[in-house]
Structure formats: C-alpha cells, structure tokens
Nanobody
Framework: QVHLEESGGGLVQPGGSLRVSCVAP????????VGWFRQSPGKEREFVAA????????YYADSVKGRFTITRDAAKELVHLQMNSLQAEDTAVYYC??????????????????WGRGTQVTVSS
C-alpha cells in the first residue's frame, strides 16, 4: 500500500475552477491506477475519474466529462484533478485512491486499496 494525501480543496463560486492534487510519498511502482472519488452529505461515495499510471489513459464519470481533467506527473508521483465549470452539485469531499490490480473496473470503489483522507470542495455563491 501507499499513503496518499490530497490537497487543494476550498470554496469556489459556481462556474469557477479548482484543482485538487494527490501525492503519493512512497514508491508507486506497483500502482496500476489512481482514481478520484467524492462523497456529498447523505450520499454514497461515487467515482469521478481515474488514470492508469503507466499509460495515462483516463476514465470519467458521465457527470464530469468535459468539465474535469485528470492528469499525472509520474516523476513527482502526483495526480491532479482540474475541475472547471463547477456546480453546486460538485460540492463534496474528494478522495484520492490507488489501485494495484490489473483489472479494468476503474469506477469500482472496492478495487482501490489505498485511500487518502479527503479534501473538501464547496461550490457556493
């Protein structure tokens, strides 16, 4: 397992942008993918985006396609989630997670075995 740490959350107005980042301070040689999930009050945690560590191929939830972009800096072991055109419905705690198996079920929370503590993103005027 690797320890993950999120940063970059905060308050932003509707229509604004924010970038959250995830750092894995330990070696990521065994990581197959890193994903972002989010959880709003009273709702279950849901998949947002994922990136395969070696190929950088990306996957997105339909609700964020065209607005969010996930990227990774392999040398710095960083994963960024750039969020544009933010809406009130995007308000949530955003979690970074690492996946170590070779499966392609990137949207399935249970396939990720290392998690960060989350960072709050609030979209409000």
């Amino acid at each position: 397992q690797v320890h993950l740490e999120e940063s970059g959350g905060g308050l932003v107005q509707p229509g604004g942008s924010l970038r959250v980042s995830c750092v894995a301070p330990q070696r990521t040689v065994d990581v197959s993918a890193v994903g972002w999930f989010r959880q709003s009050p009273g709702k279950e945690r849901e998949f947002v985006a994922a990136i395969r560590w070696r190929s950088a191929r990306t996957y997105y939830a339909d609700s964020v396609k065209g607005r969010f972009t996930i990227t990774r800096d392999a040398a710095k072991e960083l994963v960024h989630l750039q969020m544009n055109s933010l809406q009130a419905e995007d308000t949530a705690v955003y979690y970074c997670a690492a996946k170590f198996d070779s499966g392609s079920d990137y949207a399935i929370e249970g396939t990720y075995t290392s998690w960060g503590r989350g960072t709050q993103v609030t979209v409000s005027s």
